[in-house]
Structures are given as structure tokens and as C-alpha cells.
């Protein structure tokens, strides 16, 4: 724990650790999302393996930077994976059902859409206060933002529909 780190965070900061909790059991599950879809992704969708492999790890970093946050603030995440979802507020991810290269990026831009959501909000608690994890807010928002982007990019661009979707246009 950091003394001062404590100190300086403000009056709020247990708001903010809560917050930052929910932000490590997020991107535990949507690590966990993204590596499931890397190792069992199916049809054209084994393209883009690596696509989903290094979004893991990015993911998978967040949560360390998460991680190193909270113990400057003298807390622990949990070490109970069964917690996640509901410590999130996201649910379960259901990464088996969305197994299609589309409904893979279709879910992954939800759940890049459900961290821009809390970052955003853990950016306007701890603006001109907690200057620490404000920080990590805003870089967080960033990567978020910018997968957010390249998803939206590569879903526009994917030229494969299905029967439905072909019939109505
Ligand atoms: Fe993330």
C-alpha cells in the first residue's frame, strides 16, 4: 500500500476502489472472452486467431494495471473468478454461443462498448482528485476507444452476411 498514494486520492477513494474492482473482474472476463474465441473460433473466423489472441493480452494487461492500482491504494482484487460477472455488473459472456467470425466481433464490440461505459464513468469520479487512477481511467478509455474503432472498421468491411440479413436488403 502507498501511504501518500492513499492519502492524495481524496475523501472518494472508496468509491473508487470499488470501481476499480469492477474494472478488474471486466477485463478478467473479457480476457478470458477473447482467448476462448481465439482457441475456438470456427469457418473463417480461424483467420483471425491472432486478431482475438492479442486482444486477450491486451485485456489481460489492463487488468495488471488495474491490479498494481488497487494495491497502491492498499487493496486487493478478488481471486474468485465465479465473481466476475456479477462483481462487473456484465454478466456472463457466454463465449461458446458466439463462435462465428460476425457474432465473435459483434459480441466483442459490446463488451469493448460495456469498458468505454465504466472508464468513462471512473474518469468523471476522479477527475481533479484521485489524479492516479484518473490516469489509468484515461488511458484505458483510450485503448477501449481505439478497439472499439478497429472492430467497427473490420465489421464494416466483412463481406460476409447471413441469409437472412442478403434476403432483406
Ligand atoms: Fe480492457
Redesign the pocket.
Known amino acids: 500500500m502507498g501511504k501518500k498514494s492513499l492519502e492524495i486520492a481524496g475523501p472518494n477513494v472508496d468509491k473508487n476502489i470499488g470501481m476499480l474492482h469492477r474494472a478488474y473482474a471486466f477485463?478478467m472476463q473479457?480476457s478470458h472472452y477473447f482467448q476462448y474465441v481465439a482457441n475456438n473460433i470456427e469457418g473463417l473466423g480461424v483467420l483471425f486467431d491472432d486478431f482475438f489472441g492479442e486482444r486477450a493480452k491486451?485485456?489481460q494487461g489492463?487488468a495488471s494495471e488495474i491490479n498494481d492500482r488497487l494495491m497502491e491504494l492498499g487493496a486487493n482484487p478478488t481471486d474468485d473468478p465465479g465473481s466476475w460477472e456479477k462483481e462487473s455488473g456484465l454478466g456472463k459472456t457466454e463465449s461458446k454461443k458466439y463462435l462465428s467470425l460476425r457474432s465473435a466481433l459483434e459480441r466483442a464490440l459490446e463488451l469493448e462498448r460495456f469498458?468505454i461505459g465504466l472508464y468513462n464513468e471512473l474518469a468523471n469520479a476522479t477527475k481533479d482528485r484521485d489524479h492516479g487512477t484518473y490516469q489509468l481511467a484515461l488511458k484505458?478509455l483510450t485503448?477501449?476507444l481505439e478497439d472499439e474503432q478497429t472492430i467497427e472498421d473490420i465489421l464494416a468491411r466483412l463481406e460476409i452476411r447471413d441469409v437472412r440479413e442478403a434476403g432483406a436488403s
Do not use: A, I, V, Y
Request: hydrophobic content about 10%; aromatic content about 0%.
Open positions: 477485463e473479457t491486451e485485456e489492463h469498458g484505458l485503448d477501449e
